[in-house]
């Protein structure tokens, strides 16, 4: 069945810890994103990507960094974790055309405590 | 840079009401406009967009570009739409970056 994977639902970890959430989708979509989504509040784009090998900064600046070697997988990695990066982490993903273009599908998101 | 603003965080209602949740926007050109609705302990999921122009649970928004709004309706508000709602705002073509507002958590009295 289509759909867009993120692993681990929930995360608590050190201070200093390198940390990669997972994000998959078998939907065929070639662009995807990365939102982090403090509870109640607006969703912030940080990390969105095109294509294989294409990646770019969202509009809320982020100090992790993403990947997209393939298609279907958008990791995203924080290299040292801190309590500021408490949050959850909505992976989506769109399609390049047709009538669907423009709708964003979303993971059931990866909820960060950084203790 | 184009800003989607959603005035209200909370808004309450009995059930059998009307329900409106105000979405504006800011932004020059034709963008595609969307409701997004995440329910209790669900994922966020598109509830409607503009250029379908349909009924979706019984809500209907309609485009007002001359007031830059895109109100989301509902005659008869129903228990299970209780919900964050969230407008976002793409600006179409090959750029499919997509602006959310800050969300309004709707709630229906029974």
């Known amino acids: 069945e289509a759909d867009i994977y993120q692993t681990p639902r929930y995360l608590v970890i050190g201070t200093g810890k390198k940390i990669t959430l997972e994000c998959s989708q078998t939907?065929?979509?070639?662009?995807m994103y990365w939102y982090q989504q403090d509870p109640g509040m607006e969703l912030h784009l940080i990390h969105y990507?095109?294509?294989?090998?294409?990646?770019e900064k969202g509009d809320l600046s982020s100090e992790s960094t993403v990947s997209r070697i393939r298609t279907e997988h958008f990791p995203l990695t924080l290299e040292s974790a801190r309590p500021s990066h408490t949050s959850q982490y909505l992976c989506a993903s769109s399609a390049q055309s047709g009538t669907g273009k423009n709708i964003q599908y979303f993971g059931a998101g990866t909820r960060l405590s950084v203790l | 840079a184009q800003r989607v603003t959603q005035p209200e965080k909370l808004l309450s209602v009995f059930k059998g009401a009307p329900v409106e949740l105000k979405c504006n926007y800011s932004y020059s050109g034709s963008p595609e406009l969307f409701w997004y609705v995440q329910y209790s302990r669900q994922r966020l999921q598109l509830l409607l967009r503009h250029i379908s122009r349909e009924s979706i649970k019984g809500f209907t928004a309609d485009l007002n570009k001359g007031e830059t709004s895109f109100h989301l309706k509902k005659p008869f508000a129903q228990e299970e739409d209780s919900a964050m709602y969230y407008c976002?705002?793409?600006?179409?073509?090959?750029?499919?970056?997509?602006?959310f507002g800050t969300g309004t958590k709707l709630q229906v009295i029974p």
């Open positions: 990507s095109y294509g294989v090998n294409s990646t």
């Open positions: 939907m065929g979509h070639d662009k």
């Open positions: 976002a705002l793409s600006l179409g073509g090959g750029y499919q970056k997509v602006t």
